[in-house]
């Protein structure tokens, strides 16, 4: 799943992130593509009030620093 939050406000973005994240690693395993742009503030915000908080792990390509991969295995 990709979503991409050009065009969306930040606490738009964490919503739907959020929800996304929680909802799906319900169900199991869940890797979420989440397009940022050029918005290092807006990464650290989903690190810091996503990631961490409900233990999800992310990746920064750095061959493409405007995206995250976030991932949650069930084990």
Known sequence: MEIDLHGK???????LIEEYMLLNSTKGSVSLTVITGNSPVMQK???????????????IPPHNPGEMIIQYEKI
């Open 9 to 15: 406000t930040h606490p738009e973005g964490l919503k």
């Open 45 to 59: 915000k989903i690190i810091d009030q996503i990631c961490d908080k409900y233990g999800f792990s992310y990746y």
